[in-house]
């Protein structure tokens, strides 16, 4: 168990629906970052946020959009979902903002989105 | 553009023997490297890491190799135990103060009993 929480587990909704996925990070981190694994992807960098505040970004859609609350638990929001939508989303946390990255970071379970 | 690249999607070995798990990157601005392990409805678990002023990495059964000039980075392990069978996918992050890791899109190493 990494302590990272992410809900739901599992998601199937239809083309042009919005969706919310969830992500709680482990006690003491206050880096989120999101991630989407697609079929015979690799794990694709979306957004980080860092106690509160949106700090790097990479290849987020338009229609997608994320924030991170005052008590560091963080929503990635879907909209006008399309097929290609359809992927892993993994939340990942840690303490600190900058290097270190490896050991500190810790990923969710992730949420399988399904769209139909 | 995959600036990290796994070019084997799969690898068998038996156990006991050397697995090498291979990765390429192409961009020169990297300057720290990680293997990560993936089990099958789990996240991702860090495994190993290497910077760039070191050319290698030993963690018990693992080992990780960076060749900087060839922009290529291995991870061996040894011996291999059906217990290591999972996707392996390598990383690289650079410049201080950017947090994203480029991440390759993984390799199924399957350890023969």
Redesign the interface.
Known sequence: D?G?TQTPKHLITATGQRVTLRCSPRSGDL?V?W?QQSL??????LI?YYNGEE??K?NILERFSAQQFPDLHSELNLSSLELGDSALY?C?S?RH???G???E??????TRLTVV | DQQVKQNSPSLSVQEGRISILNCDYTNSMFDYFLWYKKYPAEGPTFLISISSIKDKNEDGRFTVFLNKSAKHLSLHIVPSQPGDSAVYFCAASGQTGANNLFFGTGTRLTVIP
Do not use: E, H
Not at chain 1, 40 to 45: E, M, N, R
């Open positions: 990494s990272v880096s970052y991630y015979d992807q690799g794990l694709q960098f980080q700090r790097a990479g993994f990942a840690s903002i900058t290097g990255f490896g050991a970071a810790f990923f969710g379970q992730g």
